[in-house]
T-cell receptor, first 112, second 116 residues
Framework: ELKVEQNPLFLSMQEGKNYTIYCNYS?????LYWYRQDPGKSLESLFV?????AVKQEGRLMASLDTKARLSTLHITAAVHDLSATYFC????????????FGKGTKLSVKP | DVKVTQSSRYLVKRTGEKVFLECVQD?????MFWYRQDPGLGLRLIYF???????EKGDIPEGYSVSREKKERFSLILESASTNQTSMYLC???????????????FGDGTRLSIL
C-alpha cells in the first residue's frame, strides 16, 4: 500500500526553539517534496529532494532525504511566528507522470 | 513564475447541479492534476492528465469527470453535485519528469466549493 506518514500532525512550539518533522514513505522513490500551506491559501513548494543524502536549506528550514530508511526530515531552527503553517511532504510514485502521494500534513504553531 | 489559475475562489451550488471547475496554467506543462483537500484527510488525487485528451483516474474519481481539450486547460466536472462533495479543490500542473527536470507540482489558489 502506498502511504506517506508524517509526524507529528500537530506541533506547538515556542519562538527560538528547534524541532524536526518526520516523513516516512512506503516506496523506493528517490524524489521527495516539501510544501507549505498557509490558512486559506494554496500549497507553496519549499524543497525538492532528488537523491539519497540530499540536503536543502532555506532560511530556518532544512530538509534531508534518506532513501534507504525511506525517511525525510524537515528541521526548524530557532522558530519564528512567521513559520506557522501546515507542512506537507509528498513522495513521487507515478513514474513518468510524476504523480505524488501526500502526507496528511503537520500543522505548526509557533508561539511567542 | 508559474501561474496556475482556478476560475473561482468560492462557489456555492445546489444538490443535483452539474458543476464545472476550471483550471488554466501558463507554463506549457504536460501534466495537470485535480485534488480535493479535506480536514484530517490531506490531499487526495481525483483525476490527472498527462496530455491533451488524455485522462487517468486518481484515488477518488467517483462522481467526477474531467476534460482536457487544450494543453493549458483542465476542467473538473461534478456530474450531479452532492453534499459530500463540499470541499476545497486544488488544481496543479507540472512537467513530466525528465522533461523539465524534477520540478514540483505548482498549485492554484484553490476553489472552496459548498454544495447545499
Amino acid at each position: 500500500e502506498l502511504k506517506v506518514e508524517q509526524n507529528p500532525l500537530f506541533l506547538s512550539m515556542q519562538e527560538g526553539k528547534n524541532y524536526t518533522i518526520y516523513c516516512n514513505y512506503s516506496t523506493t522513490s528517490d524524489r521527495l517534496y516539501w510544501y507549505r500551506q498557509d490558512p486559506g491559501k494554496s500549497l507553496e513548494s519549499l524543497f525538492v529532494l532528488l537523491s539519497n543524502g540530499a540536503v536543502k536549506q532555506e532560511g530556518r528550514l532544512m530538509a534531508s532525504l534518506d532513501t534507504k530508511a525511506r525517511l525525510s526530515t524537515l528541521h526548524i531552527t530557532a522558530a519564528v511566528h512567521d513559520l506557522s503553517a501546515t507542512y506537507f511532504c509528498a513522495e513521487n510514485y507515478g513514474g513518468s507522470q510524476g504523480n505524488l502521494i501526500f502526507g496528511k500534513g503537520t500543522k505548526l504553531s509557533v508561539k511567542p | 513564475d508559474v501561474k496556475v489559475t482556478q476560475s473561482s475562489r468560492y462557489l456555492v451550488k445546489r444538490t443535483g447541479e452539474k458543476v464545472f471547475l476550471e483550471c488554466v496554467q501558463d507554463m506549457d506543462h504536460e501534466n495537470m492534476f485535480w485534488y480535493r483537500q479535506d480536514p484530517g484527510l490531506g490531499l487526495r488525487l481525483i483525476y490527472f492528465s498527462y496530455d491533451v485528451k488524455m485522462k487517468e483516474k486518481g484515488d477518488i474519481p467517483e462522481g467526477y469527470s474531467v476534460s482536457r481539450e487544450k494543453k493549458e486547460r483542465f476542467s473538473l466536472i461534478l456530474e450531479s453535485a452532492s453534499t459530500n462533495q463540499t470541499s476545497m479543490y486544488l488544481c496543479a500542473s507540472s512537467f513530466q519528469p525528465g522533461q523539465g527536470g524534477n520540478q514540483p507540482q505548482h498549485f492554484g489558489d484553490g476553489t472552496r466549493l459548498s454544495i447545499l
